[in-house]
């Protein structure tokens, strides 16, 4: 077992493996998810962006494409593929069922982090990485793996949140009151931070390493392995994007500005090139709540 | 190898004056290897029927029967025949059931292929069923069947999980490629289109294309090939795409590009008949003197030796 793991509390990280299996989606995108699969023709498309727009959905789809009832010769970490792969049937199935179960106790899902916050914060920097990976000449194929990192990078605040919710409420306004890192008070009063509990995750999903890496280190991209370090800086920098425009919010409010000029530096942008982002990011984040908002409203008018 | 139809329809049996020649029961393929005595049933459409028929004739008078079966899919023209495959009724009888099985909560192909048989159904329940039968949760991969058979099967493009196969032994290679349609990109490519993603359109149009070099690799060279071909091209375009089925056009061409020596047309669209079949056969069928594939359309009864 990793050094990291071996340090921490065993009490803790077992809290958080048992808790994994029953992770539930963002209640922010489950009614779209609902009406998108019950939809006789529902578009690729939209079964594609109804599952991205859920980074624990997102995360449970691919972790069942990978899993050995399908046993395929290569990894998969893009939904796109596996549509075309395994047939939007198959995917639909899987979010659907994964979407149901996840809806079970939704309700003290998020105890501390507003949910609706830690969505916009999430969508904000996969929107933010995947125009970064643009920026960076990253071909269109590839740039969908960045816009995923990005949308799962905090996935491990949700365990968090919810396994330790008194520990976790201190751990937020200590790191306010500090004006410093969350990773910091997580550490101090949790015992674990939010990139360790990530790392469970993907483990336990069987993510890919990229993904595992973006999880882990979107604090400390230097320490991400030499072929993931691009793709995490990335990822770091449109989280440090996100908190400085107060875009959305996961309770990491306070980044350190040596730290932007070193990540900027490995991804090879200046702070001027993130300019014309704003416009963009905003945009793509508007589109995605229409698109949400739709099943919502026709839910509640009828 | 040989291989015998018993079989050839897609969707539903259609028995009747017009469908005399090319036959009327839906997928049912036997593939015998006689030197080792070993005997695979692929499918167990209504064909199986009269198989399970000639196997109490003719392999039962010679000792107990073992064969495996494996299912293509769970559609149900794949899967109808069972319950009538007599020889599940001898406890002698020993089979392993082989297939895919889509992802739904708790189904096993035990459930799907043996659920046929309740009370509501059939008036047999399978666990009254006298014979040794074993279930196989098949993926892709590469099997070792023993006796110098190996087997190497394939996801295909259908709305549910279905699998071909690529049976090879002494140098001679038999695959199957139904019920599939060629991939596309079905994301919207359309850019004036409010749904429009860039990204998902390259990506779909290039994983589409991949798919399909991995399909022909998986085909390549074959000595025959069973392939899906319900559809003319026409027919396809014009209300078919997604239906999980290929168009005569496609497979022609495809045959032709992997060097298919030989390939059944095959899942006949159960609306077609004799004289339909005969006209289409004058367009697409060739007799491979050309040096190109042979290719026709499967009947039931024909047999094939590789
Ligand atoms: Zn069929
Ligand atoms: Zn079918």
Redo the contacts with the bound molecule.
Sequence with gaps: MNSDLMDSNDSQVTKIQKYIDRMPSLSTTVTKVLEVCNTPNASPNDLNRVISLDPVLTGQVLKLINSAYYSLPNQISSLARAIIMLGLNTVKNLALSTAIISTIGKHDSFKSLPMDDFWSHSICVGVTAKALAAQQNIPIIEREEYFVAGMLHDLGKIPLNNCFAAEYVQALQLAELEQGPLIHAEKLLVGIDHGLSGRLIGEKWQLSDTMIQSFCFHHDPASASSGNRSLVATVALANLYANIYEIGSAGDLFPKASFLLDILDIVGLTWQDLGPLYNVVCGEIDKAQIFLKVAEKDRNEN | MRIKFWGVR??IPCPGPQTVKYGGN??CIELRFDDIDRLIIIDAGSGIRELGNYMMANDLPKGSIETDLYLSHT?W??IMGFPFFVPLYLPTTKIRVHGPVTHEVDDTLETIVGGQMTYRYFPVRHVELAANIAYDHLKEDRFDLGDGITLTTKYLNHPILCLGYRFEYKGKVFCTS??TEPYTNIFCTDPSDPSYDEGMDVEGEVVAKEQNQVMEQFLEGADFVVYDAQYTQAEYEDSKVGWGHSSMEYVVETAKRCRIKKMALF?HEPLRTDKQMDDLAKDYCCSGEDGGPEIFFAREGMEIIL
């Design positions: 897609g969707s839906t997928a559609h023209d794949h139904y019920d899942h």
